[in-house]
């Protein structure tokens, strides 16, 4: 064996030498911890770099208590839930096994709503509504929505599965009724096109289109787990969305569209050179850039961002990040993007997120009930001694 080809190993080398199974094999990959390339006697096979596999066979050995283990699958580790909906692999976001870009394409959230929650065919009619809740805040308006729900409605569990698909198409409803600021009828994204200024059917409702397919799901975030974690006890449809909007609520979550914002507002102040190195310099986040789940480049803002034009500020902010730091834009980049692109109100980057998110949170919801098991980690006491 040559120099160059014993830095590469075969994925069942490289496997035997981790102790894992071949999807964690290929989480790793999907996360950057381990390189991968082309076969270059087989096409068809993957060739793994040697030096990686052993960095993480040595970093799992130096941890093997369980208390460790179970801290660091905590923050961006190993998945803690099995989930038949979403996952990442090989840099692309996939939805029940189909490519979520792809889907953008051509579906409404409606349609991958139903494919999230594993169902197909016609859309489920909806129960009758009522009017949402008033205010100009379409954050308050979703939350106070979905807490309304959330007090009323029975416990998922034990449900027949045709009431919860209603339940679930309802409560989609229900959230961009209030996002909207009005009962509607038709596609939600034409609904919350119609709500912000954009004509129905026009190029601003496709781009809202394309957001909201590409923000349905992602895996365990914050956010999924919470409304899991609801789920899990029973909670009603409406509970387990709204502790998932609880959670997507969070600066560090669906709220990263102001940070965003505000380190746009200091490029267009300073200039994206100074801006920029001011961050770096004391040690700052460059919101909006770069993804632990995409080493390449977040998908979905390319997905989004190749349909339009962003306004010239943030297309300087965006070159200078990629010259400097050698980071690409993430979703979070491309809703500000869009929204300034259509003008559309501040709150509406949150507002996609959450209409979007509210099909996946659903989708797992009706998940984890179905396994019927409560989600309860135990603590690892670290204060006082016990007397």
Known sequence: MTARTADWIAAEDARARLGVRPQTLYAYVSRGRVQVRVDPNDPRRSLYRAADIAALAERKARSRKPAEVAAGAIAWGEPVLASAITTVAGGKLFYRGRDAVALAETETLEAVARLLRGGHGAALKRTDRPQPPSGADMRARAFTALAERAGADPPARGRNPLALAVEAATLLDVLTDAVAGAVGGGAIANRLALAWGQGPGGPG??????????????????????????????????????????????????????????????????GPGEALALRLAEDRALPGFGHPLYPHGDPRAEALLTRFSPPPALERLRAAVRNVAGLEPNVDFALVALAENLRLPKEAPFALFAVARCAGWIAHAIEQGQTGQLIRPRARYVGVEPA
């Open 205 to 270: 409702a496709d781009l809202i289109r394309r957001a909201l397919v590409l923000l349905a799901d992602h895996e365990l975030n914050a956010s999924t787990f919470a409304a899991r974690v609801a789920a899990s006890t029973g909670a009603s449809l409406a509970a387990s969305a709204l502790a998932g909007l609880s959670a997507l609520s969070g600066p560090r979550h669906g709220g990263a569209a102001a940070a965003v914002q505000a380190f746009a507002a200091e490029a267009a102040q300073n």
